[in-house]
């Protein structure tokens, strides 16, 4: 069976930088999705990740551990918008997506 | 329309009742699926659809339906709807050329079964 886990709730400083990290448990790994999703929207997609290392995109970083099943998301320099729930994502055999249940985070001024 | 519409954008039904969720792509997007989102879960698969003319059961089917008469349109149907069915719904599209895919969501349809 599939097992993804991530914290339930992070709390950080504007301007900050804040790791989200996800472990995941899978039969048949293809990649490694993050989404954001902003309360009462849906999913937005951020990064995929397929092979061991870190994906860097602006403020937003992505690392992934194949050996591992570790998966972490970093942002920098933290804005106020960028309080939302991150979402991590595993792809299996079938190429559907296995979803942890999201991370909230909460920037505070 | 541009990317996933979905309609309603909520809804209070009475159980037993029939409902039809509705997701419409302007993306020609082979592939679209329909998820259930509930607090505390990651998002859960009830049905999706790799072509049109196709469906298959994701990882919570059991009292919801779909059809793929067409590119565009994937309705979601509950025949006869529980409180337990109350949550939020999202319809989601990739591009269905195989493979792994960047999944693309439409705005959600809040559900209230009373």
């Known amino acids: 069976g599939q097992n993804i886990d991530q914290p339930t709730e992070m709390t950080a400083t504007e301007g900050a930088i804040v790791q989200i990290n996800c472990t995941y448990q899978?039969?048949?790994?293809?990649?490694l999705f993050w989404y954001q999703q902003h309360a009462g929207e849906a999913p937005t997609f951020l990064s995929y990740?397929?092979l061991d290392g870190l994906e860097e995109k602006g403020r937003f970083s992505s690392f992934l551990s194949r050996s591992k099943g570790y998966s972490y998301l970093l942002l920098k320099e933290l804005q106020m918008k960028d309080s939302a729930s991150y979402l991590c994502a595993v792809t299996e055999g079938s190429y559907q997506l296995i979803w942890g249940a999201g991370t909230k985070l909460i920037i505070k001024p | 329309i541009a990317g996933i519409t979905q309609a309603p954008t909520s809804q209070i039904l009475a159980a037993g009742r029939r409902m039809t969720l509705r997701c419409t792509q302007d993306m020609r997007h082979n592939a679209m699926y329909w998820y259930r989102q509930d607090l505390g879960l990651g998002l859960r698969l009830i049905h999706y659809s790799n072509t049109a003319g196709t469906t298959g059961k994701g990882e919570v089917p059991d009292g919801y339906s779909v059809s793929r008469a067409n590119t565009d349109d994937f309705p979601l149907t509950l025949a006869s709807a529980v409180p337990s069915q109350t949550s939020v719904y999202f319809c989601?599209?990739?591009?269905?050329?195989?493979?792994?895919?960047?999944?693309?969501f439409g705005p959600g349809t809040r559900l209230l079964v009373l």
């Open positions: 899978t039969s048949g790994f293809n990649g």
């Open positions: 989601a599209s990739s591009p269905g050329q195989g493979g792994v895919e960047t999944q693309y």
């Open positions: 990740n397929v």
